[in-house]
């Protein structure tokens, strides 16, 4: 069974910082590009960041350049995301998702196949 399982989200205060992971398995790693994606309650889900298979590119939303830094592990199967300067506008859940993304928008979330069940970041003003 495909499966992406995230962790690490927690409660912080702004300015803090907290690192997800997401660990993958029932597939082969290595043949899907992962993106990850927030949704804050009544908000629509938006992509965050994403990590190309073919040649390890990163992509950020403008909100979060600069300040999330996306990783991965491949031995491990695992999608790190580093978030550092939080904001209270960053609170939402957050979801790994897996796909053949190919030559389209990494952080558009209608491409993906596979997703997590989320993990909730709240940061406190």
């Known amino acids: 069974e495909v499966q992406l399982v995230e962790s690490g989200g927690g409660l912080v205060q702004t300015g803090g910082s907290l690192r997800l992971s997401c660990a993958a398995s029932?597939?082969?790693?290595?043949?899907?590009?992962i993106g990850w994606f927030r949704q804050a309650p009544g908000k629509e889900r938006e992509g965050v960041s994403c990590?190309?298979?073919?040649?390890?590119?990163?992509y950020y939303a403008d909100s979060v350049k600069g300040r999330f830094t996306i990783s991965s592990d491949n031995a491990k199967n695992t999608v790190y995301l580093q978030m550092n300067s939080l904001k209270p506008e960053d609170t939402a859940v957050y979801y790994c998702?897996?796909?053949?993304?190919?030559?389209?928008?990494?952080?558009?979330?209608?491409?993906?196949?596979?997703w997590g069940q989320g993990t909730q970041v709240t940061v406190s003003s």
């Open positions: 998702a897996a796909g053949r993304i190919g030559d389209s928008y990494c952080l558009m979330p209608g491409w993906y196949d596979y």
């Open positions: 029932g597939f082969i790693f290595g043949n899907y590009d």
């Open positions: 990590i190309s298979v073919s040649d390890g590119s990163t």
